[in-house]
T-cell receptor, first 115, second 111 residues
């Protein structure tokens, strides 16, 4: 049973446009959400996080939106740059501390930024 | 500031053997977590250690074990290797469990 789902395995966006990556979750106990970016042969790199007490968190070009009632979060990247091409993972946990089950990850979305 | 260091980067083992992977966390980080990444299952939580104690454990068989030393370095051991254990094993460290920094991983191939 996949508790964190990223339904788009890949996404292609033109350079300079907005990239929107989506993530859905089923466990209503999750209250802390993170986005990671991963290049081949490297470990995931933390991008941005959001607590369930907020519905938006912004950091430079990256904004994460959380819709608790829909159990949905999204990552917006504006403007998209070639270096943003990577696999993006959504992760969730019960409490910011990772909870008893650590971080639960989605299977990732491969973002391709086209020049 | 040095990041999370995992050794070795690549490893090839034979079915039935055992393997030990090592993780050195960022200085000052006392929490170390291990994850397995496979194409089919994605990233899955193995276990977490904090101050030399296993604090949490994912849904993996007992062949997967780990430990943490007083300097926060951690090792993960897999006994009686199976072909399905071929994966990228990632270690992540954290100071306060709110932000996890991952290492580059150890690519284990079981033949």
């Amino acid at each position: 049973d996949q508790q964190v789902k990223q339904n788009s395995p890949s996404l292609s966006v033109q350079e300079g446009r907005i990239s929107i990556l989506n993530c859905d979750y089923t466990n209503s106990m999750f209250d802390y959400f993170l986005w990671y970016k991963k290049y081949p042969a490297e470990g995931p790199t933390f991008l941005i996080s959001i607590s369930s007490i907020k519905d938006k968190n912004e950091d430079g070009r990256f904004t994460v939106f959380l819709n608790k009632s829909a159990k949905h979060l999204s990552l917006h990247i504006v403007p998209s740059q070639p270096g943003d091409s990577a696999v993006y993972f959504c992760a969730a946990s019960v409490s910011a501390g990772g909870g008893a089950d650590g971080l639960t990850f989605g299977k990732g979305t491969h973002l391709i930024i086209q020049p | 500031k040095a990041g999370v260091t995992q050794t070795p980067r690549y490893l090839i083992k034979t079915r039935g053997q055992q393997v030990t992977l090592s993780c050195s966390p960022i200085s000052g980080h006392r929490s170390v977590s291990w994850y397995q990444q496979t194409p089919g299952q994605g990233l899955q939580f193995l276990f977490e250690y904090f101050s030399e104690t296993q604090r949490n454990k994912g849904n993996f068989p007992g062949r997967f074990s780990g430990r943490q030393f007083s300097n926060s370095r951690s090792e993960m051991n897999v006994s009686t290797l199976e072909l399905g254990d071929s994966a990228l094993y990632l270690c992540a460290s954290s100071r306060d469990r709110a932000g996890y920094t991952f290492g580059s991983g150890t690519r284990l191939t079981v033949v």
